[in-house]
């Protein structure tokens, strides 16, 4: 099972060569988290962040482009989610467009308390939901 | 052998948390591959991409975060390359502040033609100075 | 009359204050202008760019803003024509949440020939278009 | 009297027309003050941010793009203080290249108290410093 949602490649995500710049990628791969927590999770990063003090740093990600994206392209952007761990998640999210593979990235994040840094285990709730992806 | 340079962390590279955005820290990836294109093999990026028409996009990158970045710190890039295939450049990039190490990637580039987005081999004057880095 | 689309406040738009960085809404005004000219004009800039080898630069702009936005904020953009020259386009454009106005800008636009670098008259299809906005 | 300080045009700041893309101004505008801050005022944004608990949004920005830039262009920030208020700042900083005019900003700042959100008057010998632009 999986998630899924778009993103339109904008003016602001290409660079002079025509295609996007890929640091613009990782900000989409934000954005489909985010989006993911808000609607799959019903959890928003504003609650997150500033009512829970917790956050979810990427401690590793790998990414591979497999083919250039261009500017109108509306790639669509699939979250599986690989494993959950006691206060970390890997994510194996897919773009493409047109059915064509454009990037493939997988990346681990920890839930963590902001006040002390340390690593803080997901609530059962939050985990059983994230399994169920 | 390996070849340096130093980038602070500014306001723009911040998040709400307060640290460095990793996207923000591919931002500063580039930006430290075109210093070195510029510093070690005097060869910039414009030149490239728009007298020579070649672009070197990143087709693979692999990134650890290994403690978080915060306004004010100076990082020190440390660029090392790899391995330099036909087209291919592989660099291990290591950013620390203080000595203490802040992010580990690996990135492979390939150099293509802009025109025909084929794979076009490094000339041989370039890769000899890649090899010498 | 006026034009409008919506952008949701997300982690990447946000600096350590916990508030939209200012820059951003320079991105998210670039992403309205460019929605606009694809929704209301049928004018996508893949088309503008690559196409028909023209451009739409910025070259004046003014802003000001009335109120901090934070993350979960769902922003409404209102686009008004202001004046349509020869080549050149003023817009205005609000920005509000829940009604509260959080930025006005005022911006100037020319249509470039991308070759020559000189302004290009609109299309009359286009400036008309762009009047009963 | 101005201070000034200078930006390369790299990659990153480059759109598909090959110039800088004009919300990357806009972060190159936040780099040049937090620098003039850091520099000639010896007062850094961290120090600001979180032991002061004081931010200094921009609250109105006007901006003329002359002409573009383009990557690989060194540009030089002239910035000259206007008008130092209770608590405001009035900025006018110029960006060329080789002499050639490229950006005329006018930004207006107000010091607030991260905590209250209210405006936060310049202590005398942060306003005595800044009076000596």
Redo the contacts between chains.
Sequence with gaps: MSWQTQIDV???H??????V????Y??M???VI?RYFHDHLSY????M??VDKN?V?????????RA?S???DRLTFDLAVERVGNSSLELLIRASCDAQPRMTVRSTLVRID?GS?NSAPWPKPLADKLRQT
Aim: net charge negative; proline share 10%; with cysteine.
């Design positions: 904008e003016f602001q290409c660079d002079p060569a025509g295609i710049f890929y640091p613009r990782f900000e791969i934000n954005s985010e928003d990063f504003a609650t962040h500033f956050g740093p990427t401690v590793k990600i790998d990414a591979e482009f250039p261009r500017l109108g902001l840094g």
